[in-house]
């Protein structure tokens, strides 16, 4: 069912408990972004009468996805109880899928990791890597001991668009057959649990958002650089999409005019010049499929000074430059933040090389942050961005939203109890 809120918040045509079903989604989600908070401040929030506040945290509490934390003191009257969500009310998988690795988080609905994996691996194809994703999820499912039925579901990132559960795998020389893969739908049947597939460059912007960056920023870009480059906007504080999902694909911005040729069509796009891809051409020359070369190997060149490979980041330094000008003066973020999970040595060669930055509006000369900064290397930082698109979903499933819509159109097998109290359809027939 999809459908829009009307002026009241409830769906048109829905039934009472879909509207109950809506008003605990509200409580659930605003506790669990502002708690510990109290029931007169959640009623004030949501417009709700604290009366029905109490009747609903009381049903979450039983289902055990909120607890009360203590009491308010200081304030006149009785102590107000806080609320806030209870870490063991439920747990998402994330997983994200990067160049010739796999890193997978289990973590608990605050968000902190109970259980994480990484892995290494050759293979090219889409159903063998599908089958070592499921491998991953059983062992961080293991580590962690929680109930199959605890846990909400999957997120996985992945470094391609993201079109009706397959994603545009354009870098690979199976490109192809990545295209035509039903992977959300695959990884559903093998572990059981619904998955939901994004974007990387959209995932990591969010990992970011809730534990990196976004600390101290309320308005970002994130260059996400892996095989290709891409980015994710974040503006006050929330991800901007665009109309069809694709903003921030930066990697298709025009920093040549009539310069090489892009898989996209046009001639000149970042991409060509500043990626993984692009770095180990120059370095590697066209005798080696740019997919087939290691990243370590090209670290070990960085390392060794390496002529070819510091031209490159010299060369690459300069288009970057005009990327970062052209970002700024298009949505003027407090900082540009530049991750991906590639060697260190190749970010930070291509980083120096864009010094000096060119020119900038003289507003900017009082921001605390530098205009240019590398992400935090929390390495499983992507995945628990991956792992916060179970919760996200959960929060809005009946919203016509390509987002969060699902992949394949069979319900998962396995159901969580907590989920069926936020009317989110979970169990199959
Ligand atoms: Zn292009």
Redesign the pocket.
């Known amino acids: 069912m999809t459908g829009r809120l009307d002026r009241a918040g409830a769906l048109p045509g829905t039934n009472l408990e879909q509207t109950r079903a809506l008003n605990r989604r509200a409580v659930f989600d605003a506790v669990r972004r502002n708690g510990p908070v109290t029931r007169a401040e959640l009623a004030r929030e949501i417009g709700l009468t604290v009366q029905g506040i109490s009747n609903i945290a009381a049903e979450l509490e039983e289902a055990g996805l909120i607890r009360q934390e203590g009491k308010r003191v200081g304030q006149r009257g009785q102590p107000a109880v806080e609320l806030s969500v209870n870490p063991q009310g439920g747990y998402t998988i994330g997983l994200c899928l990067a160049y010739r690795r796999a890193m997978g988080v289990l973590v608990d609905l605050t968000g902190e990791v109970v259980a994480s994996d990484t892995c290494d691996y050759a293979e090219r194809h889409p159903a063998a890597i599908t089958r070592i994703l499921h491998a991953q999820t059983r062992r961080l499912i293991d580590k962690a001991g929680v109930p199959e039925e605890q846990i909400w579901g999957i997120g996985c990132s992945v470094p391609g668009t993201v079109v009706n559960g397959a994603f545009w795998y354009d870098k690979v020389q199976e490109a192809e057959e990545w295209t035509h893969f039903p992977m959300a739908g695959e990884l559903e049947r093998l572990t059981g649990h619904r998955v939901i597939l994004e974007n990387d460059a959209t995932v990591a912007s969010i990992g970011e958002r809730l534990y990196g960056i976004g600390r101290v920023a309320n308005s970002f870009f994130y260059l996400h650089f892996t095989l290709g480059i891409g980015g994710g906007v974040v503006t006050d504080g929330h991800h901007y999409r665009g109309a069809f999902g694709g903003a921030g694909e930066i990697?298709?911005m025009i920093v040549k005019p009539g310069g090489r040729l892009?898989?996209?069509g046009?001639r000149g796009?970042l991409?060509q010049y500043v990626s993984f891809y692009a770095a180990a051409e120059a370095v590697c020359g066209p005798d080696r499929a740019p997919d087939e070369v290691p990243a370590e190997e090209l670290a070990a060149y960085c390392r060794d000074g390496d002529l070819r490979i510091l031209g490159w980041q010299q060369q690459a330094g300069q288009y970057l430059r005009i990327a970062i000008r052209n970002i700024e003066a298009m949505f003027d973020p407090d900082t540009i933040v530049i991750g991906g999970g590639l060697p260190s040595e190749l970010l930070d060669g291509l980083i120096a090389a864009t010094a000096p930055l060119l020119p900038v509006m003289a507003h900017r000369s009082a921001s605390r942050l530098p205009r240019l900064m590398p992400a935090e290397h929390a390495s499983d930082l992507p995945a628990r961005g991956a792992a916060a698109l179970p919760i996200a979903m959960a929060m809005q499933p009946n919203i016509s939203n390509a987002a969060w819509s699902r992949t394949s159109k069979a319900l998962p097998e396995i159901s969580s109890p907590a989920l069926a109290i936020l009317g989110v359809a979970t169990a199959r027939g």
């Open positions: 990697g298709h892009c898989p996209c046009s796009c991409e």
